[in-house]
């Protein structure tokens, strides 16, 4: 889910997944890796934010609407 995400502001921001990668500093095959596993880290999606120039909102919601 957050791998198509992160799809779409790169395709927004008209960047590809190796300009992601070197504003990293990793390795375009270890980014793909983590979009086939869809497996990010916290930290690795406010930095993917930063430099996609999004702000990344993490939220529990419950079934009342509840954001936690």
Do not use: C, H, W
């Amino acid at each position: 889910m957050m791998a198509e995400k992160i799809k779409i502001l790169l395709i927004k921001n008209k960047l590809s997944v190796a300009d992601l990668a070197k504003a990293q500093s990793t390795t375009p095959q270890n980014l793909y890796n983590k979009f086939k596993r869809d497996n990010f880290s916290e930290q690795e999606l406010r930095k993917i934010a930063e430099i996609l120039g999004a702000q990344l909102e993490i939220n529990f919601i419950l079934k009342d609407g509840k954001r936690i």
